[in-house]
């Protein structure tokens, strides 16, 4: 076994579990892969599509146009619903795409040792039992129970949002999908695949059901009531017209027209069109969204409850303002570098003469500019 304070390289490795051990467990539990997402056939993605409140409209109005015999507003409306079932299709097999081309960051192989031999593997043969041995740059596996380690230290931040590397020692876990970025370690294997931390999480993530986002909650508000209200318009309509002698045929004719005209065929194909732009715009910043209403979501925030949120979006973090008795002071300074300075007011205080003789936000600056912990 290795110990903890000695390289790895000054000591023997252990024999580690054999090939046909290896292939047993291999058969018996199955590669060391998370369970693919479903696949999403063409027919659902277009279903999805035009269950939108307001494509549910025009689709009914292209049926009534149809059957008037109106064809060119039939073809108008058509097209328009195909145009925005299109581009939301193509935007959801681009981003499924994206996400599937990020598959190809995890690790494609690892080290372990069998027979007593070090060896590199594709990671999805390595089983439960495996002697894994880590080294700077690596992608962990694997869960892995350490056993030996040497100045070890690893990123963790794509499991729990911690920007800065941590020491791991002997007698410690580390999760699968985490990067050691300096040191030894050797441990043995002890989850594999979706029950690892990390099958774990994406497990929960896909099956978590989003809810509508701000924009699909008042595009469907806004179907409703426009639905509702043309249906009552042209109700009293026909019935006004019926009082004052029309024909039944006539005014039938004229409160389905009503309908028609009152449905705002060009809205969908307008949200569609912003939204794609807006899509390509993050698409240029390397953020491909998987559904075109979601490129609205994150404008329609206001609050954003969540500790260290440097660590979310530039994987740093440095205060930003401070509030004390006497006012409110904003902190000059990026990252983690300790320089900048402190204004009030538009105007640059030094907090050891400034703030009072406490010093609190003097006290309270100085460690979150220094650790950000």
Known sequence: ?????????????????????????????????????????????????????????????????????????????????????????????????????????????????????????????VVRGDRALLAAGDIVPADIALD???????????????????????????????????GRGAGTVVRIGSASALGRIVGLVRGTRPGPTPLQRRLARLGRVLGVAVLLMSAVVFVLGLLTGRGTVEMAVTAVSLVVAAVPESMPAVVTLALALGARRMARAKAIPRRLRSVETLGSVTVIAADKTGTLTEGRMAVQEAVTSDGGYVIHGHGYTPEGHVSKDGKIVVPDTDLGPDHHLERRLRPAHREHS
């Not at 949002?161 to 020491?167: C, S, T």
């Open 148 to 182: 030996g380690t040497y100045r070890l230290r690893l990123d963790e931040s794509a499991m729990t949002g911690e920007a800065q590397p941590v020491d791991r020692e002997a007698g410690q876990e580390v999760s699968a999908g985490t990067v050691v970025v300096a």
């Open 1 to 125: 076994m290795l110990t903890i304070s000695v390289p790895a390289t000054d000591v023997a490795p252990p024999g580690g579990i054999t090939e046909e051990a290896a292939g047993r467990h291999l058969r018996d539990e199955g590669p060391n892969l998370l369970d693919a997402a479903p696949a999403h056939r063409l027919s659902t993605r277009v279903a999805r599509q035009l269950t939108d409140p307001l494509v549910v409209l025009l689709i009914a109005a292209a049926v009534v146009t149809a059957v008037l015999g109106d064809y060119p507003d039939t073809a108008v409306i058509a097209l328009v619903v195909i145009v925005n079932t299109g581009i939301g299709v193509w935007q959801e097999v681009r981003a499924d795409r994206a996400i599937a081309a990020l598959d190809g960051l995890a690790a494609p192989t690892a080290r372990v040792v069998r027979d007593g031999v070090d060896r590199i593997v594709p990671v999805s043969e």
